[in-house]
């Protein structure tokens, strides 16, 4: 159930841009053969974007063990053949990552909560009751969640009628503001069989809920991220346990069961890799609405008699899902991913205006012109991309230093070339509650270590050990990496480029950084280095990074 | 991301001591397997042992065993200095044959789990734990 695509539509401007708009069509997008008796609906790693972006998808994104060569590790034009997807086309735009700027120019932004109401409402007037579920990562990502705490977010979110969430950066807020939106500001559960509370070794969250649709019970178990306290601070929610619990998933399934389920969805942050693994170990599960690594299927992935659906991120998405559920059990499923063309589908008028009063006391510092770039700044794909190396650029000048690291955040939205940066750009690529960007010194043999470490969490092959997030972006060092080694051996030729020398372990780097997980890291917030920094250049360009060079893909 | 030195040597002398040490504490390990098990080769199943894949805190890491019809059940940290973690006796009055404590792991590595069963055989377990620095998933 593809969006067609459009003959013949290349090249810049406003010529391509109407015939975008005049082949497709918000009918087209929405088009579905309704099925069955219950609709899911999914959004996943909004990142708190509710205007329409610019998102890059991954060029790179690499798969290690059985998972090499499986979606979501395929990527460009490989991918488009999987799926039939014509070069040039609307969801060859969508869903990978050449010709983007050509593209985006041709097609506009995608997502903005505004467009994801129209779709949401649209599907609710043929399938009412369909139940809108959030995978999580949606108080997080922009200036005015960050702002508000999260607050803008939570208003949209319960506005747009979601009927459950489960979590990640929602607790990077911190645990006490949690509890306030949890308590108090949420219309829906917030779900989390995976959260534990420490002390007692008791559920701290609902693990699940029940909703009697068409006639069938759906029970809906959330599963949080595993590597909350390991992956971010933990000392912001410092009495909470998280995990994979593969056990304690079996026994929640067995339990919706014998509640009377007829039907199983798991609302997932666990990543796309770890679900395979999870639907693999558990049986039960009907549906499993991934979420975390911020990957967009056009089909779901079958394991055993588990259906894997990806959604995308940054509000570009929304997956239907009609299920035909009888006589106790799921017999069968309809999916479509739906990009959410901005240009293609029409505002919903109330929630167009919801965005526009919770923007509103925000406009003139979001709207302020920092500067310019004449590169496309991106930042997804396992390795460096331009918008860290902006960041790290920034770092290595402003806080004079050898060495510079940004987190492999998955996180942030694109900026096209030979256009403006606004304050809300930094900010979409920064936003989060621990920006101190520290200056330190660290030994070769600490830096190694570092860099093992990261990579084991990337390209570890079995994916309960992985962390879900990229590579860390390095500044002023290039190196050489094995993907497929274990971890200790992956990292190589560790080189400061300000040289050309080689890394000495047993030296001292002075090295520069931000969203450290320790408690008290000090410096000014990452994103006043990166504005200031933007502001001394005027414009600013990014040359290609062959810094990274990559054995075993 | 960011570690203090203190934690840099700190985590460098703990990865050292990993490194340096696999021989001995691997040695160690199966001598104390060998003392508890008298040489007897365990099965596979029939012990069950919970941990994380990833360590949240390497200093305290929950570990449980379980093995229904066992009459002891002995922990193995493989990578730890003193690899013996503790051992789990069950008399005839035991309602369940299980148990859970926290560990403390010195880095990546093994967890074993056997269990004594009462016909006399043995059965094992094992699980990675990963302790990490953490702090760039995202």
């Not at chain 1, 931000?514 to 200031?532: F, L």
């Amino acid at each position: 159930m593809a969006a067609s695509a459009i003959a013949g539509a290349s090249g810049f401007g406003n010529w391509a841009r109407l015939a975008a708009r005049q082949a497709l069509t918000q009918e087209q997008l929405l088009e579905f053969d309704t099925f069955g008796n219950v609709t899911l609906l999914h959004v996943t790693d909004m990142h708190a974007q509710l205007k329409p972006v610019y998102f890059r998808e991954p060029e790179i994104n690499l798969g290690v063990g059985a998972q090499k060569g499986l979606v979501p590790h395929v990527t460009g034009a490989e991918y488009r053949r999987m799926y039939g997807i014509e070069d040039g086309s609307p969801l060859h735009y969508a869903l990978t990552w050449d010709d983007f700027t050509a593209l985006a120019r041709a097609y506009g932004r995608i997502g903005g909560v505004d467009r994801a109401a129209t779709a949401i409402k649209a599907i609710r007037a043929e399938r009412p009751g369909a139940i809108v579920l959030d995978g999580g990562d949606t108080w997080q990502g922009s200036y005015s969640a960050l702002k508000t705490g999260g607050a803008d977010m939570v208003r949209v979110m319960n506005a747009l009628g979601v009927d459950a969430m489960t979590a990640h950066w929602e607790f990077t807020l911190g645990i006490d503001r949690v509890t306030e939106i949890v308590d108090n500001e949420l219309d829906f559960p917030f779900l989390g069989a995976n959260i534990f509370d420490k002390e007692w070794d008791e559920p701290a969250y609902e693990p699940y809920r029940m909703f009697e649709r068409g006639g069938a019970r759906v029970a809906v178990i959330g599963q949080a991220f595993p590597y909350m306290p390991v992956a971010n601070p933990g000392w912001m929610f410092p009495g909470l346990s998280f995990g994979i619990r593969q056990e304690r998933m079996a026994e929640v399934v067995a339990e919706v069961r014998a509640a009377g389920a007829d039907c199983v969805v798991l609302l997932s942050h666990n990543g796309f890799d770890v679900d395979r693994k999870l639907a693999a170990r558990v049986d039960g599960i009907d549906v499993i609405l991934t979420g975390h690594t911020h990957d967009a299927l056009p089909e779901p992935v079958q394991v055993n008699n588990t259906f894997l659906i990806a959604s995308g991120s940054h509000g570009k998405f929304i997956s239907r899902i009609d299920l035909d559920i009888r006589d106790g059990e799921m017999k069968g499923i309809r999916h479509k991913l739906i990009p959410l063309f901005a240009d293609v589908i029409a505002p919903d008028p109330e929630m167009a205006a919801l965005v526009r009063k919770e923007r509103a006391p925000f406009a003139a510092e979001m709207g302020e012109v920092i500067g310019r770039t004449s590169s496309l700044l991106y930042r997804r794909g396992n390795f460096n991309g331009t918008w860290d190396d902006l960041i790290c650029n920034a770092l290595l000048e402003e806080r004079e230093a050898d060495i510079a690291l940004s987190p492999g955040f998955r996180w942030g939205a694109s900026v096209l070339p030979d256009s403006e940066i606004t304050r809300e750009d930094i900010f979409n690529a920064t936003a989060m509650s621990y920006p101190a960007a520290y200056r330190t010194e660290m030994t070769g043999e600490m830096l190694t270590l570092i860099l093992e470490d990261v990579a084991d969490n990337l390209f570890n092959p079995d994916p309960y050990y992985q962390q879900g997030g990229d590579m860390v972006r390095v500044g002023g060092m290039g190196y050489t990496i094995d993907i497929n080694k274990p971890q200790g051996e992956r990292i190589s030729d560790m080189t400061l480029l300000r040289t050309g020398e080689r890394i000495d372990p047993a030296k001292t780097y002075v090295v520069a950084g931000w969203a450290s997980v320790n408690q008290g890291t000090e410096g000014p917030a990452i994103w006043d280095v990166v504005e200031s920094y933007i502001r001394r250049k005027g414009t600013v360009s990014v040359e290609p990074n062959t810094s990274v060079k990559v054995v075993g893909a | 991301m960011r570690l203090t030195r203190r934690d840099a040597l700190a985590l460098g002398l703990g990865a050292t001591a990993a490194s340096f040490l696999p021989l001995r504490a691997v040695a160690s390990a199966e001598e104390a397997i060998a003392a508890f098990t008298g040489g007897v080769e365990p099965a596979e199943g029939g012990v069950t042992l919970n941990a994380p894949e990833i360590a949240e805190n390497g200093n305290t890491v929950p570990v449980s065993v379980e093995a229904p019809g066992a009459t002891a059940i002995i922990l193995i940290a493989t990578g730890n200095p003193q690899p013996g973690v503790a051992t789990f006796n069950f008399g005839p009055l035991a309602g369940a044959q299980s148990a859970a404590t926290r560990i403390r792991l010195a880095g990546t590595q093994e967890v074993i789990a056997i269990a004594k069963m009462a016909d006399g055989g043995f059965a094992r377990a094992s699980r990675v734990v990963k302790v990490t620095i953490g702090g760039c998933g995202g």
